[in-house]
């Protein structure tokens, strides 16, 4: 990730003294980024790397929570919750804890959501670390076969960079072209 980053604000400091355009600094930080994978891959796999998966089922990793068949209903029955200027000091004070009351509903509703958001975040990230250690798992699998086999080694490694690279370069093509 920090490689990445890295190479995206190098190639754009670097285009911005060069005027290139967002497609041309997209293209060259992704053939970077390609580059390095490529070069990866073939390291590990002339060294022999390879991947256990101990892992396992990332279902079983996630915690479900179960959902209540029925939501209660909020009501106010007959409570009027209109305030006019002629009510008096009376009316003054419920609108304040009425404002109160609805301060407090949106501090709930604003931690749930918080709540909700890093819940789906830490589901994303678990099922994209799971992705692409599956990718990477599957690209060294071959890591025992091409042991000292540099020719073996680049064989595999250019094309698993072209299988997994090659959607990133398709949008961007289709992007800048389709616009």
């Known amino acids: 990730m920090l490689i990445s980053t890295a190479t995206v604000l190098a190639v754009w400091f670097l285009g911005l003294r060069q005027d290139w355009s967002l497609f041309k600094d997209s293209l060259i930080s992704l053939t970077i980024l390609s580059a390095a994978f490529s070069s990866f891959l073939t390291v590990s796999l002339f060294q022999g790397v390879w991947m256990h998966d101990n892992f396992g089922k990332l279902i079983d990793h996630i915690k479900r929570v179960p959902f209540p068949d029925d939501f209660p209903e909020l009501s106010t029955g007959d409570l009027d919750l209109s305030f006019d200027a002629d009510e008096g000091c009376g009316a003054l004070i419920l609108g304040i804890l009425a404002w109160l009351v609805v301060a407090v509903l949106a ?73």
């Not at 709540?115 to 798992?137: E, K, S, T």
């Not at 042991?147 to 961007?172: D, M």
């Open 107 to 179: 501090v709930a509703l604003l931690w749930v959501f918080a709540a909700v958001a890093w819940a789906v975040f830490l589901v994303l990230a678990a099922v994209l670390y799971w992705v692409f250690f599956r990718a990477l798992r599957f690209a060294l699998r071959h890591g025992r076969e091409c042991r000292g086999k540099l020719g073996l080694s680049v064989r595999y490694a250019l094309t698993y960079t072209v299988v997994y690279t090659s959607w990133l370069y398709a949008i961007l093509l289709a992007a800048h072209y389709l616009k």
